[in-house]
């Protein structure tokens, strides 16, 4: 028997989802809370054995209601929603402080890997220019190589700033360059 295609990934999945059911699943714009049990009535609506398995569409399910936008969605007293956007039971208290909780957890993790991140970019600039200042020794009116999109170009070092370095290309027109662009052979 021929497998089929499936989709694998959680945002092919919530598409497929959004298609098929528009008035539950959006894309854009504000999330409806969804019904409790809604991965069961999915199973039970759409014959997902061959478009869906079950561990992806729980795992897209997952990724969905951890979103920023859906958490934003579960306030006190409105309607959960089913497939079709009927509506359903209604958020307690309980339910909005919990999706608050998430949601403020997930701020305070994106925040603290934006900060890692810039941190080991600030890191690797530093420790890339000075590498490159120990290992290539470049001196004002070296002939090299910049790479300049796909293509190296040849170039004449006019000026080595602190973390620039200017370059003229044989037409005359002058470039800032990054060290690790520079191809020295």
């Known amino acids: 028997m021929e497998s089929q295609f499936q989709l694998t ?9 959004a298609q098929q059911f528009p008035n539950c699943f959006t894309l854009q714009g504000e999330a409806k809370p ?7 009535d999915i199973l ?14 729980r795992a897209a399910l997952r990724a969905y209601t ?25 958020i307690n208290q309980e339910q909005m402080e919990h999706a608050q909780q998430q949601l403020k ?6 925040k603290i890997r934006f900060k890692e991140r810039a941190k080991e970019k600030r890191k690797n600039k530093h420790t890339n220019f000075k590498k490159f200042k120990k290992s290539n020794n470049l001196k004002i009116g070296d002939f090299v190589k910049v790479v300049v999109g796909n293509k190296p170009i040849k170039v004449q070092i ?20 990054k060290p690790e662009h520079i191809i020295n052979k």
């Open 66 to 90: 951890m979103s920023w936008r859906y958490l934003y969605s579960i306030k006190e007293g409105t309607n959960r929603v089913d497939l079709y956007g009927n509506p359903h039971d209604v």
């Open 158 to 177: 006019i000026n080595i700033e602190k973390e620039h370095i200017k370059v003229k290309v044989g037409v005359g027109m002058e470039l800032t360059v």
């Open 9 to 17: 990934n959680s945002k092919e999945i919530i598409a497929y989802l």
């Open 44 to 57: 039970s609506c759409l014959d997902n054995g061959e478009i869906l398995s079950k561990t992806k569409l």
């Open 105 to 110: 957890e997930s701020k305070e993790k994106a």
């Open 34 to 40: 969804l019904k409790i049990g809604i991965f069961q």
